[in-house]
């Protein structure tokens, strides 16, 4: 995927219901050619949001190149880091857009991670009742997942993404070039998403990553998205229950997310999350032993984690209750069935002392 023309190849434009259309692009080179996109866009106002962390290294070029090509193009810069995900953030965008006079016919373009997605995607959803969205995903963990769904949220109350809407983004175009200056642990943390999507429903990304390693990362993300646009294209608001299989990892994930108070990574989070549905599965009878040590000498090759060290049963539980998916008061777990294929159970269906010898996780450390 080194030009124009094989990029192109690459696109792909889903619809899953007539209210929103997004086009998904994936290559190399695309922020450089992000004109050539957006020239649908010209006759508008571009508001580009990005982080502390991303603004000088791909969104301020992308402004000044898009400002030569005759785009009227503006930066607004947000603080980096999971735990400036939050309304006061969210604030300060509404705050410029006054200062800015946006109308209607802006767009908002999120150039960044996931942290950067979902506050640009909150901006976008609810400012003068809506602004168009695109996404520019800069980190694997958003190529991976968190730019294609139309999920976007911010953190409040210490839990994760509880306040939050669906927006659809217009285009995602996701240039793989920037995973190369991805700091060490961001890259790590996009693995344990890219794995965990190859577990719930795309069972070739396990099997490449098992014979050839990270050698076709190109085409594993590409088989990723392919597989959650399939999901989201099946329920895309989220109200059939399908793309409940999207969680994977993701409830205990989250809860130790909280618990580290957002200093540890998503996808590091998810990455053990993944690896306590595994253990629960095969507790359970759901799933053989092998799936669950596939996935563990799998994330154990990559240098993930398997376990956390200094949270209880107990701790993990509790966070987990304030999780947005709760339903009548009960936690629904996704659990490996097979390497590519997931189940959905109620805490109802499992019994406590199971549930929490799962949650046992230990032994783990940034040192290792």
Same mark, same amino acid.
């Given at each position: 995927m080194s030009d124009l023309k094989e990029i192109r190849q690459t696109e792909q434009v889903f619809r899953s219901t007539a209210s929103y259309s997004t086009g998904v692009v994936l290559g190399t080179g695309l922020l450089s050619q992000a004109s050539d996109y957006l020239r649908a866009y010209n006759h508008v106002r571009l508001l580009l949001v990005s982080d502390s962390n991303v603004a000088s290294i791909y969104a301020g070029p992308l402004k000044d190149t898009l400002a030569q090509a005759g785009y009227d193009a503006h930066l607004l810069e947000i603080p980096a880091g999971e735990g400036h995900k939050t309304l006061d953030t969210l604030h300060g965008l509404y705050e410029s857009c006054s200062a800015l006079q946006v109308e209607r016919s802006d767009i908002v373009i999120a150039v960044g991670g996931g942290m950067v997605g979902d506050v640009a995607g909150m901006l976008a959803g609810t400012y003068l009742r809506g602004l168009e969205f695109i996404q520019m995903p800069t980190s694997l963990v958003s190529m991976v997942t968190a730019s294609v769904g139309g999920k976007v949220g911010v953190n409040f109350g210490g839990h994760k993404n509880l306040i939050g809407l669906f927006k659809h983004p217009s285009l995602v175009l996701a240039d793989t070039e920037t995973l190369h200056t991805l700091p060490e642990i961001e890259f790590r943390s996009g693995l344990?998403? *890219?794995?965990?999507?190859?577990?719930?429903?795309?069972?070739?990304?396990?099997?490449? *990553?098992?014979? /050839?390693?990270?050698?076709?990362?190109?085409?594993?993300? =590409? =088989?990723?998205?392919?597989?959650?646009?399939?999901?989201?294209?099946?329920?895309?608001?989220?109200?059939?229950?399908?793309? =409940?299989?999207?969680? @994977?990892?993701?409830?205990?994930?989250?809860?130790?997310?909280?618990?580290?108070?957002?200093?540890?990574?998503?996808?590091?989070?998810?990455?053990?999350?993944?690896?306590?549905?595994?253990? @629960?599965?095969?507790?359970?009878?759901?799933?053989?032993?092998?799936? /669950?040590?596939?996935?563990?000498?799998?994330?154990?090759? *990559?240098?993930?984690?398997?376990? @956390?060290?200094?949270?209880?049963?107990?701790?993990?539980?509790?966070?987990?209750?304030?999780?947005?998916?709760?339903?009548?008061?009960?936690?629904?777990?996704?659990?490996?069935?097979?390497?590519?294929?997931?189940?959905?159970?109620?805490?109802?269906?499992?019994?406590?002392?199971?549930?929490?010898? =799962?949650?046992?996780?230990?032994?783990?450390s940034d040192e290792n």
């Open positions: 344990g998403e *890219l794995i965990t999507v190859g577990v719930l429903g795309a069972p070739e990304i396990i099997e490449q *990553l098992e014979s /050839s390693g990270l050698e076709l990362l190109p085409q594993m993300v =590409a =088989a990723a998205i392919k597989c959650k646009i399939a999901i989201v294209e099946a329920d895309p608001f989220d109200r059939l229950g399908i793309r =409940a299989k999207l969680n @994977l990892g993701h409830t205990f994930g989250h809860a130790l997310e909280k618990l580290s108070d957002f200093t540890l990574p998503h996808g590091l989070a998810v990455a053990v999350g993944l690896c306590i549905a595994c253990r @629960l599965a095969v507790s359970l009878g759901l799933c053989k032993a092998d799936v /669950s040590e596939r996935v563990n000498r799998l994330l154990r090759g *990559l240098n993930l984690p398997v376990a @956390l060290k200094g949270y209880s049963p107990e701790q993990i539980l509790l966070a987990m209750r304030g999780d947005k998916k709760r339903s009548h008061g009960r936690l629904h777990f996704v659990l490996p069935k097979a390497i590519g294929e997931v189940a959905l159970v109620s805490e109802d269906e499992i019994p406590p002392q199971l549930l929490e010898d =799962a949650l046992r996780v230990s032994a783990w």
